[in-house]
């Protein structure tokens, strides 16, 4: 059974980094690209981009791109998502997701992270 | 990038009725590589319709799928209790991936 399993919600204060995880298992993690959505509180689902752990191979969406860092440890079937400097605006839940390939068959449980002084 | 635009924002109906869902993209979608996932409240979404018109393993068959192009619907022959929820379309034939603003499907 694939399984994408997300860290735990997080509170910051604006200025923080952050690193949130999701760990891949019952499949081959190198052999699928996994993604990462945003969802504001009460709006819709959001790309924000999607990384291929096999080559580190990273796409951005162009709303996403130099705000956010996707990267992941293949030796561990986990991927990454990273801020240097969180705003109050990221506040949202976060899911990762897996093309399966394509569209999304599995997602992460979500990881919510809440930014406030 | 391909923006999807999903129509109506909400859609009140009974149990039992039909409901008809509409999402237009501003480009082709290529290879109609257009999915439909289902959403409720504290939930991760859960995929539905798959390259427009494939239904997702288990999902049943009153949900289904069509169009191709520019235009794609999503349609629940008869809604059950269990489907009043957040539909949302999602294009995966170009980069970046993109999805719909969301239809929300309640009970009248």
């Known amino acids: 059974e694939v399984q994408l399993v997300q860290s735990g919600a997080e509170v910051k204060k604006p200025g923080e980094s952050l690193k949130i995880s999701c760990k891949g298992s019952?499949?081959?993690?190198?052999?699928?690209?996994i993604g990462w959505v945003r969802q504001m509180p009460g709006k819709g689902l959001e790309w924000m981009g999607i990384?291929?752990?096999?080559?580190?191979?990273?796409r951005y969406s162009p709303s996403f791109q130099g705000l956010v860092t996707i990267s992941a440890d293949k030796s561990i079937s986990t991927a990454y998502l990273q801020w240097s400097s969180l705003k109050a605006s990221d506040t949202a839940m976060y899911y990762c997701a897996r093309p399966g390939p394509g569209a999304i068959d599995s997602w992460g449980q979500g990881t919510l992270v809440t930014v406030s002084s | 990038e391909i923006v999807l635009t999903q129509s109506p924002g909400t859609l009140s109906l009974s149990p039992g009725e039909r409901a008809t869902l509409s999402c237009w993209a501003s480009?082709?979608?290529?290879?109609?590589?257009l999915a439909w996932y289902q959403q409720k409240p504290g939930q991760a979404p859960r995929l539905l319709i798959y390259?427009?018109?494939s239904r997702a393993t288990g999902i049943p068959d009153r949900f289904s799928g069509s169009g191709s192009g520019t235009d794609f619907t999503l349609t629940i022959s008869r809604l059950e209790p269990e489907d009043f929820a957040v539909y949302y379309c999602?294009?995966?034939?170009?980069?970046?991936?993109?999805f719909g603003q969301g239809t929300k499907v309640e009970i009248k």
């Open positions: 999602q294009q995966y034939g170009t980069s970046p991936q993109t």
């Open positions: 390259g427009a018109s």
């Open positions: 480009q082709s979608v290529a290879g109609s590589y």
């Open positions: 019952g499949y081959s993690f190198t052999n699928y690209w």
């Open positions: 990384i291929y752990p096999g080559d580190s191979d990273t």
